[in-house]
């Protein structure tokens, strides 16, 4: 592992660089301004895959995945902003399901997943109070795709009209699962009190919600039974998730799902994302903009921009110091770095800060340890915000992040004005292989 750490404190540069994978623990030495502190140097990237299981055939691929997405024709309108991120007519296969054909007069946009009009759904009981009987019809969407009998489909993935999937990434995750098995795979809540009222033992509909074939083969079949059952459950996720426990399978969590059930900005969230790849992201109309003083979906036009370039790297963490000066430096690969004018160990640095609140607004508690997001000026980090993102010819991409914000008239202390001079940083990386991803699965699990 070798990096070099450039720092031009006139110049108000930090120039990073990764010269081979790294991911969060294994970070540089040697630094050329700086003696960097090398930490877990033991991660067991030497136990590298040994089987080769998948024929070239077996390789689940884009096409082998039905999205289902559950939309309203009204709404349609507003929400394709945010299909438009990551709908790729003619590469990804799928439909949104409207509740109602969309105006007569109305063309559909063509840059949209094509449609279908859900089936009549108002024989079904549904009678949670503080709900909408329209999650009936959603949680339909898995039997109807289902129905439709398209052909080579090895996966269905259900998600919202505000859902962002990052397809590679997806691909990834579902290759790390025998598709001939029954699979449901997805994430929980942020929220404890989200997960206490709807259950940590299901696949948030938001996040998105990966159901293996033969597992829907036999989903299928009792759904709508199970929807009756469980008339009184709020969600269309919550209803397939008493389905799931009436077929015995447990929900599979791949923590790269977001269901964002959070309020305020998710920074703190997504600059020390989990070692996985990052899969969905949801709500994201409900949270601040990722980039603070950009559009909401300008900003995630911009993480996209790194994503197409890296997507296993994108918002990956990695960090190191400056021991000379008491800095400790977190990247988010493709999103955001933090430069805190002081030493902090690696448990602290991988615990998200709170710059957010629960769904219901509440400080805590969430279903991941956090640490406070200081008021106090001098305990902040300085942030610096996805720029540029370039591919250079040495199969490595140089990203660019920039300051945002005025920290001068933040905090006046000493130890903060050399860091304050860094207007600017540059971070060099390979590109991270999608198989790095089944290594670190098989070295866990062999
Ligand atoms: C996906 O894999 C199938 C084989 O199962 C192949 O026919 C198809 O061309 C592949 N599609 C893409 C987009 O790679
Ligand atoms: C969606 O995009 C259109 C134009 O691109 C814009 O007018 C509209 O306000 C956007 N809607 C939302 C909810 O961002
Ligand atoms: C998708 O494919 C169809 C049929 O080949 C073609 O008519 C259409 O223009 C394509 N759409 C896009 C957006 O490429
Ligand atoms: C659709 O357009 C036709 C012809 O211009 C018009 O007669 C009709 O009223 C329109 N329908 C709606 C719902 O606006
Ligand atoms: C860095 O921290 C150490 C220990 O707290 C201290 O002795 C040293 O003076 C600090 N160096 C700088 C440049 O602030
Ligand atoms: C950092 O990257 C930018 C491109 O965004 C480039 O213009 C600049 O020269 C780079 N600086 C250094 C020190 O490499």
Redesign the pocket.
Known sequence: MKCFLVIFLFASFLFISFTSFSNRFIWFSPCSDCSAINIHNSYAYSATVTNNINEKDDITNITHILFGIGGSAKTWNNRKNYSDLWWE??VTRGFVWLDENPGENDTWP??SPPYRVSEDTSAFKYTCWFGDRSAVRIARIVKESFELGLENVRWFVMGDDDTVFFTKNLVTVLNKYDHNQMYYIGGNSESVEQDLVHSYGMAYGGGGIAISYPLAEVLVKILDGCINRYHDFYGSDQKIGGCMAEIGVPLTRELGFHQMDIRGSARGLLATHPLAPIVSLHHLGVIHSLIPLMDRVDSIKKVIEAYKKDSSRTMQQSFCYDVKKNWSISVSWGYSIQLYPNLMNGKELETPMRTFETWKGFEEPFTFNTRPNYIEPCQRPIEYYLDRVFELDNGETLTSYKRIGDYKKQCENENYSPALAIQMVNVTANILSPQVWRQVKFSFVL
């Open positions: 007519p003619n063509e840059y």
